[in-house]
């Protein structure tokens, strides 16, 4: 299995309040990716890295944040979170970008329920 | 808009039964496609991809796929399923720039 540690696995939090995920990689890979699970919608991306300090926004990146400042971690930050914010959150790791012939290679995800 | 869809959000089948699962894309060239399985509480796992040559693949747990393009389709097969098979299973496409499109899954039901 590929070396991705999510943390937490589990969150509840309130409405409100800032939440930070992380995804903590062993492979040094240089992409990363935090993608959002919902049902009847698939994985859809939220932000991306292509190294250390680059980053972009994926297709629903409103009321997300992330930061690289190590190459084996990737942070995703709720400002504010709200209830739409309930989700399974995926950590995904590629050695190229994943728009061509490459795999990714996906953490176990971390549920987050916000009341 | 590229997109990719899977018509059956819910599939059961017998053990020992063969199964399909249907991929349809919406791809302007030729895509860089895939097929993902999650188990419960899991992330997901490359099974199979299709990227040029050969239209049938073979991947992982005895999976396999076949790439049409008069179709648009990349369907999933397997000729004997396994109740430990029972997962949802992801089509994606990649689109050429950081992300995959992946439709809305189909969750698969394995029965004793």
């Known amino acids: 299995d590929a070396g991705i540690t999510q943390s937490p696995r589990h969150k509840v939090t309130e409405t409100g309040t800032p939440v930070t995920l992380r995804c903590h990689q062993t492979?040094?890979?240089?992409?990363m990716y935090w993608y959002r699970q919902d049902p009847g919608h698939g994985l859809r991306l939220i932000h991306y890295?292509?190294?250390?300090?680059?980053?972009d926004k994926g297709e629903v990146s409103d009321g997300y944040s992330v930061s690289r400042s190590k190459t084996e971690d990737f942070l995703l930050t709720l400002e504010s979170a709200t209830s739409s914010q309930t989700s399974v959150y995926f950590c995904a790791i590629s050695e190229s970008p994943t728009g061509s012939d490459t795999e990714a290679f996906f953490g176990q995800g971390t549920r987050l329920t916000v009341v | 808009a590229q997109s990719v869809t899977q018509p059956d959000i819910h599939i059961t089948v017998s053990e020992g039964a063969s199964l399909e699962l249907r991929c349809n894309y919406s791809?302007?060239?030729?895509?860089?496609l895939f097929w993902y399985v999650q188990s419960p509480g899991q992330g997901l796992q490359l099974l199979l991809k299709?990227?040029?040559?050969?239209?049938l693949v073979q991947g992982i747990k005895g999976f396999e796929a076949e790439f049409k393009r008069s179709q648009s389709s990349f369907n999933l097969r397997k000729p004997s399923v396994h109740w430990s098979d029972a997962a949802e299973y992801f089509c994606a496409v990649g689109e050429g720039t950081y992300k995959y499109i992946f439709g809305t899954g189909t969750r698969l039901k394995v029965l004793a």
């Open positions: 299709y990227f040029s040559g050969d239209t």
């Open positions: 791809y302007g060239a030729t895509p860089y």
């Open positions: 890295s292509y190294g250390v300090k680059d980053t």
């Open positions: 492979e040094n890979h240089r992409y």
